[in-house]
């Protein structure tokens, strides 16, 4: 069945920054597009940035433009989440999932996702 594993999180000062990994099994992986989330207390997930399957098509939240950045490396069905300058208003838990196509839906089932906590 579908697994997607987030890791890299943690607890960082403002400025500081992390880079999340999303291992994904049990499907395809070369053939989706990925696509990164993220939910803060009290709020609804939020898209945060989505690449193509050749690691192009590449697209970032508004917020987040010039500081994160998304990879993958489909040899070993990883995504990334380079994140850099973070804000208190990057914290969140950030989760990974895959969709067919730049306007498909996500997978119905999510991973545990990783926090990120910004703070000084």
């Known amino acids: 069945q579908v697994q997607l594993v987030e890791s890299g999180g943690g607890s960082v000062q403002p400025g500081g920054s992390l880079r999340l990994s999303c291992v994904a099994s049990?499907?395809?992986?070369?053939?989706?597009?990925m696509a990164w989330y993220r939910q803060a207390p009290g709020k609804e997930r939020e898209f945060v940035a989505r690449?193509?399957?050749?690691?192009?098509?590449?697209t970032h939240t508004a917020s987040v433009r010039g500081r994160f950045t998304i990879s993958r490396d489909n040899k070993v069905s990883t995504a990334y989440l380079q994140m850099n300058n973070l804000k208190p208003e990057d914290t969140a838990v950030y989760y990974c999932?895959?969709?067919?196509?730049?306007?498909?839906?996500?997978?119905?089932?999510w991973g545990q996702g990783t926090q990120v906590t910004v703070s000084s």
């Open positions: 049990g499907f395809a992986f070369k053939n989706y597009f």
């Open positions: 690449i193509g399957e050749f690691g192009v098509a590449v």
């Open positions: 999932n895959a969709q067919r196509g730049p306007g498909g839906a996500p997978f119905d089932s």
